[in-house]
């Protein structure tokens, strides 16, 4: 398998593992699955954002992709990331989510971020709590409730991770 930086060519099948996830997972709290070209713009403004946008590739196919995006808009947050991952459905439980992870931490570490956070639907999400505590996370707390979806109340969860120097020092811009 190959970690890679995701290319325009990648994108149908992004949107096929992520609208997979719309219709039948809690860990994103959208309804209606985005299509191709939303996904196109979505991968547009993160990488002119200069922040990592990866696709894990074996024999040509893409069995999941990963990102991170500004945790918020605003300048005091600029050294914050949020990360997202996602897995094919025929791929999960093979450590394509934690290679993913801990290739995004290595990107954005390189460029200088320092906290990542992850902010996870559905405080049952056993494999996404999991592959973030394998790659150094820790709990920072749970939002109760604070999403609808499939009839059901969901919580988030939020994980923290510190990269580089973490708040030990100023960054560099």
Known sequence: MRIRALEDDDLPAVQAIYAHHVATSLGTFETEP???????????????????????????????????????PRAAYRSTVEDSIYVAPEAVGAGIGQALLTELIERCTALGVRQMLAVIGDSQNAASIGTHRACGFAYVGVLTSVGRKFDRWVDVVIMQLALGSGDATPPST
């Open 34 to 72: 985005p299509d191709v070209n939303e996904m196109r713009a979505r991968h547009a403004g993160i990488v002119q954002a200069g922040l990592p946008y990866l696709a894990a590739e074996l024999d040509g196919q893409i069995l999941g992709y990963a990102y991170a995006n500004l945790f918020r």
